[in-house]
Structure formats: structure tokens, C-alpha cells
């Protein structure tokens, strides 16, 4: 690990963002850069819920609930 701390911070990149669809909050995330690691471009919604907390939904999961026009 870098001694740079911004460096460690900036190692792993996550952007939530959450958006509207027929009267529903839709959450949806993706990684866009993770520092040495391959990992998944895709977006995926999740839920937030009691008493399991955070969901992150399979891929094709999110696909239906996503609105046409939004880049998966």
C-alpha cells in the first residue's frame, strides 16, 4: 500500500446513485475503478432493508428493474 493517502483512498472508487422509476427509489451502484483487481462494470441496484441491511442484486436481477434509456 502506498504511503500516499490519497492514493489509499482512491484504491477503490464506488459511485451510488439513485433515481425514480414508476412511483420507486431505485439505488443503483458500480465500481468504475479498482486498483489492482479486475472487477465487474456492470450496474447493479441494491437494497437497504431490515434486519439484512445492504442487498447488492445479481446483474440480470437489476437489468428488469432498471428504465429504458439508462446505460447498463
Do not use: C, N, Y
Amino acid at each position: 500500500v502506498s504511503g500516499d493517502l490519497l492514493s489509499v483512498v482512491a484504491a477503490t472508487v464506488i459511485w451510488l446513485q439513485q433515481l425514480s422509476h414508476r412511483g420507486h427509489l431505485r439505488r443503483i451502484l458500480s465500481v468504475p475503478k479498482m486498483r489492482f483487481s479486475a472487477h465487474d462494470v456492470s450496474l447493479r441496484e441494491f437494497t437497504i432493508g431490515a434486519p439484512e441491511g445492504i442487498s447488492v442484486l445479481a446483474p440480470f436481477e437489476a437489468e428488469a428493474a432498471l428504465p429504458d434509456g439508462l446505460d447498463r
